[in-house]
């Protein structure tokens, strides 16, 4: 099945901030997403949804948003296949089946690879911000997911749980494998320096450093280690430390440290030395 043909949509049940409802707009704008699904809504005024929904692409989805009673008439009116409902609250009729990652995790592998599916309608349903899902809705559902938090607290905004979701979802679906996205953010990569770049890194180093009789007291092992201690982190890319390197030795090369110096001269220095 190709990625575009599955379709998300976000239902917030019960919404009761209309800024919550807002910023979900906006998240889904962020995540390539336009689906804004709200059932029996508590506020009326959608002024504050208005402001919080911000960008261009948040202001649309949140205008065009789609308004049911029940989440079983959505269902049915927006021919969903597919209905994950986000909790945290497990019970006799609650039980959770899957930290959702684990869960999209599956859901993709599987999904990709089926031919037959032409078209898949997916609902990420949301509680309200206080009470989250009732029995009756969670018994709609086909998935009972969560999203893992410290357990010492474990509550998070509404906006948020619905940020956390769509990022993994964005990630598996635009992102992972893709070229695209990092060519438009002009992201640049480099390989990670290896042990050996390192170690040649710190002869090549400590070898310029004698020639100029900076150690004092043989004072080499001392030199090693702070160098060891500042770059053999791993992280060092092979560039950047190409790039240390070639500084570090032209400031050890240096015939006259005043003239790698823009704007120091000679006179200037007596200048500034008078009392």
């Keep these: 099945m190709e990625k575009d043909k ?13 800024g919550n409802a807002g910023q979900i707009a906006r998240t889904l704008g962020n995540f390539e997403l336009d689906r804004l699904v709200l059932i029996a809504p508590e506020w009326q005024d959608p002024l504050q949804g208005l402001v919080f929904a911000h960008t261009p692409a948040g202001l649309n989805i949140f205008d065009n948003r ?13 021919n969903i296949h597919l209905s994950i ?10 039980q959770i089946n899957w930290n959702f990652k684990d869960y999209f995790n599956s859901f993709f592998q599987e ?6 599916l032409e078209t898949l309608n997916v ?37 948020q749980a619905v940020a956390i ?7 598996e679906l635009k992102v992972k494998n893709s070229p695209e996205i990092p060519k438009k953010l002009k992201i640049q990569t480099h390989p990670i320096s290896t042990m050996e770049e390192r170690e040649n890194f710190y002869k090549d180093i ?3 450093a004698k020639t100029r009789q900076l150690f004092i007291k043989n004072d080499e092992i001392s030199f090693r280690r702070l160098f060891e201690r500042i770059f053999s982190s791993p992280i060092i890319s092979s560039k950047d430390l190409s790039l240390l390197k070639s500084m570090l030795m032209r400031f050890i090369y240096a015939k006259n440290i005043e003239e790698e110096i823009p704007g120091q001269n000679k006179e200037n220095k007596d200048v500034s030395e008078k009392p």
């Design 206 to 208: 400590i070898s310029a």
């Design 165 to 171: 979701v769509l990022d993994y979802i964005y990630y």
């Design 66 to 78: 789609e308004i049911f009673p029940d989440l079983e008439t959505a269902f049915k009116t927006l």
């Design 6 to 18: 599955i379709k998300f949509f976000v239902f917030l049940v019960g919404s009761e901030f209309a």
């Design 111 to 116: 999904v990709f690879k089926n031919d037959k």
């Design 123 to 159: 609902a990420l349903v949301f509680g309200r911000e206080k009470s989250g899902l009732n029995t009756d809705e969670i018994k709609l559902c086909s998935v009972l997911a969560y999203i893992p938090t410290n357990p010492e607290s474990p509550s998070l905004n509404l906006a």
């Design 85 to 94: 409902a986000f909790t945290r609250r497990a019970g006799k009729n609650r």
